[in-house]
């Protein structure tokens, strides 16, 4: 019964394959303030609240805001909506997006303010070693130069936020080498006209227009400097009518890395160590550098909440691992997907207890997910997260595929030839 009401609604989502990435996002007003390398379509978000009948009476939950796509389209529809997000700098960018009530005449006389004063001061602070191999010198003055009169000169925490944004924005249009692909590109050269401030300029300009399309909405949400994995007391159990979301993949793609650059530019971290202590720590672990190798022991692992209420699960998955690690002892990288998949799974069984706390009994959970098949040994994600959702507190769920996934990766040595989709998992 259950699978036959889920697919005809899903049927009504009409998916294509670029639902699950942030291909639509590019051309919409707010959506397009931030591009993120793993997001996914506004449509999708719309679809949903369009196919449940979501309402004033609604709220709908975001375990992984990112780049606030949920949380902006829930706003735009005047649906109440939640989210937690354990990046300090995407927390700030969906902080940026989701405030409509910015005086557009005030930017604009800061904006002439900066304009006149740029060419007549010095940045007080040094550059960041990573970003001087990054953007001309030129540029990387007026960055910096930017940042800090944001700093110094905007006492208003909504319009130091949106100029932030804006200023996000820039670094990855001004740099030399593409940065958020999901890391730093240095085969490739951007071509790039606009002096760092023009760029700046333009992009606050743009954004100045598109709050045009949502004069007078309402605030309907709230974003959350929060892990996921641990409960957000700012968010009462069974307050929510659903949740829609998009957690990492089990992929080796560190969300910690990725941002390093605009992180590094805004004084969220410094180097390696930090992004270790302060941003990968407050992530589902989703890449071999969460963690370290030496210190996992999966005799102690299996005495764990998570093993011991996943039994049945782990043991079929295991004989899975123990191939996984004895591919990785033959290869170069000798990377521990193995232990990767155990954290991934636990941190995830973590996420579904907070997710099943918050929703009211009865409601969906709609995720956007990608198979995976570490050292070419396919693992059954989307199903087994499926399968860790029932002991959480959920009753059933269904797959629904979207589109095949990792075939430009074909030609790279040592990939393996087994086709991955990248699918939504709906719970209830």
């Known amino acids: 019964m259950f699978k036959g009401i889920i697919k005809s609604k899903m049927s009504q989502l009409q998916l294509n394959q670029h639902i699950g990435t ?7 007003p707010i959506h397009d303030w931030y591009r993120f390398t793993a997001g996914f379509s506004y449509k999708l978000v719309e679809k949903i609240i369009d196919i449940e ?11 992984f805001a ?3 796509t949920t949380l902006v389209s829930a706003q735009k529809n005047g649906i109440r909506a939640v989210g937690n997000e354990g990046q300090e700098l995407l927390f700030n960018v969906i902080k940026g997006k989701l405030d409509w009530s910015v005086d557009a005449e005030s930017i604009r006389k800061i904006i002439t303010d900066l304009e006149k004063s740029i060419s007549n001061k010095q940045s007080k602070k040094p550059y960041h070693q990573l970003l001087e191999t990054l953007y001309s010198n030129s540029n990387l003055y007026q960055l910096y130069f930017i940042r800090d009169y944001i700093v110094e000169n905007v006492k208003q925490n909504n319009i130091s936020s949106f100029l932030n944004l804006a200023l996000t924005q820039s670094l990855h249009k001004v740099s030399i080498h593409p940065i958020a692909i999901p890391y730093i590109s240095r085969s490739k050269t951007l071509s790039n006209t606009l002096s760092a401030f023009d760029t700046f300029k333009n992009t606050v300009f743009k954004m100045i227009e598109d709050l045009k399309t949502v004069i007078d909405k309402p605030v309907t949400t709230e974003i959350f400097l929060h892990d996921s994995r641990k409960k ?25 890395e990725v941002s390093k650059v605009c ?5 969220f971290t410094n180097d390696w160590n930090e992004i270790t202590e302060k941003v990968r720590k407050h992530l589902v672990t989703g890449a071999t550098t969460h963690y370290k190798e030496s210190e996992f022991d999966i005799e102690i692992w299996k005495t764990e909440e998570f093993y011991l209420n996943n039994k049945i699960i782990m043991d079929s998955l295991l004989p899975d691992i123990i191939q996984i690690e004895n591919i ?4 170069k990288g000798k990377k521990s997907f193995h232990i990767l998949a155990l954290y991934y799974f636990q941190d995830m069984y973590q996420v579904f207890l907070e997710m099943r706390r ?10 956007v997910l990608g198979d995976s098949a570490p050292y070419g040994v396919f693992i059954d994600t989307t199903k087994i997260l499926g399968e ?4 959480c507190g959920f009753n059933k769920y269904d797959i629904v595929k979207i589109r095949e996934r990792g075939t430009k990766w074909q030609s790279l040595t040592y990939r393996h030839n087994i086709k991955l989709s990248e699918n939504i998992l709906v719970l209830e």
Do not use: M, Q, W
């Open 22 to 28: 942030a291909k639509d996002n590019r051309n919409n």
């Open 53 to 63: 009948k979501l309402g004033p009476n609604d709220c709908i939950y975001e375990s």
């Open 66 to 68: 990112g780049c606030g």
């Open 232 to 256: 957000n007391e700012a968010i009462k159990d069974n307050s929510c009518t659903i949740c829609i979301t998009s957690p990492p993949y089990l992929n080796n793609l560190d969300y910690g």
């Open 263 to 267: 992180s590094h530019f805004f004084g």
């Open 328 to 331: 990785s002892k033959t290869r």
């Open 358 to 367: 918050v929703l009211r009994s009865g409601s969906k959970a709609y995720l």
């Open 388 to 391: 860790i959702a029932k002991n």
